[in-house]
Every structure is written in structure tokens, then in C-alpha cells.
């Protein structure tokens, strides 16, 4: 039940932060209308929030685990939303990303 706590809240910080940036991103990039911005920036507020669930009590290794998340999200989000066709290498990045969060976090202490 743990790791899938962990790997939902990870999930619920991705889509707030990185669905927060990319607001901001059509508000400024694409002038898409600054109340993008505002709903942006009520996404990343949001965000900063999540990490406060997770149930490892250490900040820096909460968030350098999910950084990972962040980056694989992030690629993951571009191909929905935007229609980015990632490379090989953007994907093996990921996936060694996200091998870097596995062992951040479920490694035996």
C-alpha cells in the first residue's frame, strides 16, 4: 500500500505542476489569455502542497524522487497535450529517471 501512495501522490504533484506550468506557458508562449496564468499558478500552489502527504518524513528525498516523476511526466504530458513525439533518448532518460525514483524511495534502509 505504500509504494502505491507514493506513486499516486507523485502522480497527483505531476499533473498539478507541470499542468500549472504549462498553463502559464499558453498565457505567456501562445497568448492564450492571462486567466490561464491565474488558473496556472492556483495549479502550482497546489502542488506545493502534495509533497506534505507523502509518508517519508525527508523533504530532499521526497523531491529529488519525484523530479524523476517530473521528467518523465513532463514528456508524457507534452505528447497529450501538445503532440510532441519524443525521441529514444528522451525516453531512456525517463526511464532512467524513473529507475532513479524506485530506488530513492523503496531501496531497503
Same mark, same amino acid.
Given at each position: 500500500?505504500?509504494?502505491?501512495? @507514493?506513486?499516486?501522490?507523485?502522480? $497527483? %504533484? *505531476?499533473?498539478?505542476? /507541470?499542468?500549472?506550468? &504549462?498553463? #502559464?506557458? !499558453?498565457? #505567456?508562449?501562445?497568448?492564450?489569455? &492571462?486567466?490561464?496564468?491565474?488558473? =496556472? $499558478?492556483?495549479?502550482? =500552489?497546489?502542488?506545493?502542497? #502534495?509533497? @506534505?502527504? !507523502? !509518508?517519508?518524513?525527508?523533504? =530532499?528525498?521526497?523531491? %529529488? %524522487?519525484?523530479?524523476?516523476?517530473? #521528467? *518523465? +511526466?513532463?514528456?508524457? &504530458?507534452?505528447?497529450?497535450?501538445? =503532440? ?6 528522451? /525516453? @531512456? +532518460?525517463?526511464? /532512467?529517471?524513473?529507475? +532513479?525514483?524506485?530506488? /530513492? ?5
Amino acid at each position: 500500500m505504500g509504494v502505491l501512495r @507514493t506513486m499516486a501522490l507523485f502522480a $497527483v %504533484a *505531476a499533473l498539478a505542476e /507541470i499542468g500549472g506550468a &504549462w498553463l #502559464v506557458w !499558453q498565457a #505567456v508562449r501562445e497568448h492564450r489569455g &492571462w486567466w490561464l496564468a491565474g488558473l =496556472g $499558478v492556483l495549479a502550482l =500552489g497546489l502542488y506545493g502542497f #502534495v509533497a @506534505t502527504f !507523502q !509518508q517519508d518524513a525527508n523533504f =530532499g528525498r521526497v523531491l %529529488a %524522487a519525484y523530479g524523476g516523476v517530473f #521528467v *518523465a +511526466g513532463s514528456l508524457l &504530458w507534452g505528447v497529450v497535450m501538445d =503532440g510532441f513525439r519524443p525521441g529514444r533518448w528522451d /525516453i @531512456t +532518460g525517463a526511464l /532512467i529517471c524513473l529507475l +532513479g525514483v524506485a530506488v /530513492i524511495m523503496f531501496a531497503p534502509r
